[in-house]
């Protein structure tokens, strides 16, 4: 009797502790629960002053950076969970530092954690962002023709600013669903939120279009899903531009529609009557200037307050000046304009003999007619 009883005692407790090593070998095997909140479908609806105030902290300025640290452009992204901003992929392409601006304050983007080659999208290693900002709702769901929609973004690197639109169109462009809307995307507001009524996610900001007509176009939040879900592990930076798949991202389109060529150094000389080119020890220490240069317009609207960047490289490719500017001026669809210094800009570079230099355009304003 006492035999029986020992074995089915024996019996229980290997039950038990079967049950008991599965149960801790499933939930270690599970996926961590992650940070992200996608929104109901029976989400209240906002006002667009709800909107404004929560898009607004949750969307950040993106600047990127070669290896020297020289600006190459500026971009827009969002807080979708705590340390990660979403942003374009085309954004952080070719960048070797980047950091991001929030209410004012600046914050290093450690690297990568995913990349959507097909669909433009990145999510970005922001470790010390405050924890205690509230981040972007999902909506997975496609908006319906017609809709009305909120573009976030920081055009010009300006932080902050909300439009209104519609949705146009659903499309298929390269394999790829895109949604076609009338809230104006600039170049700097790319990777921003586009919100629908409830202010959920339904879109990010990838550019526009600019042959026949105003084109914008937003990423559909479905396939920010998809990268969520994916793995993620922090990469370093070094984005190659081969690196997207799509050769004719609408955001490239509308930055290589404005081209600064014709580039014009004067060489020193003591018969110039103009006096460009001279050595002036108090106000002006270049002895080779740019005095001109001019800045062609290939899109079919006109643009205005162009941003430029120039940096100069000496006989071995290494930087050794830089400098800025920006053209207030309005360059009219299809036309190009000629600019001399110090009448339309104020650039101070000493370009000597053997030495490169490169002019990044890094914004500027598509004016609507």
């Not at 993106?62 to 992204?77: A, C, E, N, R, Y």
């Not at 202010?199 to 990838?206: D, E, K």
């Not at 001019?294 to 000496?314: A, E, P, R, T, W």
Request: neutral net charge; contains cysteine.
């Amino acid at each position: 009797m006492r035999a029986n009883v020992s074995r089915l005692l024996q019996q229980i407790l290997f039950v038990l502790l079967t049950s008991l090593f599965t149960s801790c070998n499933n939930h270690s095997s599970e996926k961590k629960p992650r940070d992200v909140k996608f929104a109901s479908p029976v989400s209240t609806q906002l006002t667009p002053e709800e909107i404004a105030k929560d898009a607004l902290s949750y969307t950040v300025a993106i600047t990127v950076q070669d290896k020297d640290h020289q600006t190459l452009g500026l971009g827009s992204g969002f807080i979708v969970e705590n340390g990660v901003i979403v942003t374009n992929l085309h954004v952080i392409e070719g960048a070797k530092y980047a950091f991001v601006n929030l209410r004012k304050e600046k914050y290093n983007v450690d690297g990568y954690l995913a990349i959507d080659n097909k669909n433009d999208l990145a999510l970005l290693a922001v470790p010390l962002l405050p924890q205690r900002i509230k981040p972007v709702e999902i909506d997975t769901t496609m908006p319906n023709v017609g809709s009305k929609i909120f573009s976030v973004g920081n055009p010009h690197g300006l932080d902050g600013t909300f439009a209104e639109g519609n949705v146009s169109a659903v499309r298929d462009y390269n394999g790829r669903e895109l949604i076609q809307i009338t809230a104006p995307i600039s170049p700097g507001s790319s990777g921003g939120p586009i919100l629908n009524f409830r202010g959920a996610l339904t879109g990010i900001a990838v550019g526009g279009i600019f042959e026949g007509q105003n084109l914008n176009f937003s990423i559909p939040s479905k396939y920010l899903k998809q990268l969520l879900e994916g793995e993620q592990r922090t990469t370093s930076l070094n984005i190659p531009k081969a690196q997207i798949q799509s050769q004719k991202n609408v955001e490239a389109l509308i930055k290589n529609g404005v081209v600064v060529r014709n580039l014009v150094w004067h060489k020193y000389s003591d018969s110039d009557p103009m006096g460009f080119g001279k050595y002036d020890p108090i106000f002006d220490k270049t002895t080779n200037p740019l005095v001109e240069f001019s800045i062609l317009n290939q899109l079919n609207k006109s643009v205005s307050n162009i941003q430029l960047f120039f940096v100069l490289y000496d006989k071995k490719g290494v930087p050794v000046d830089y400098d800025y500017t920006t053209i207030d001026a309005t360059i009219l669809p299809g036309l190009g304009s000629t600019f001399t210094e110090p009448y339309t800009y104020d650039i101070h570079l000493d370009k000597k003999a053997g030495y490169k230099c490169e002019v990044r355009v890094l914004d500027f304003s598509i004016l609507k007619e």
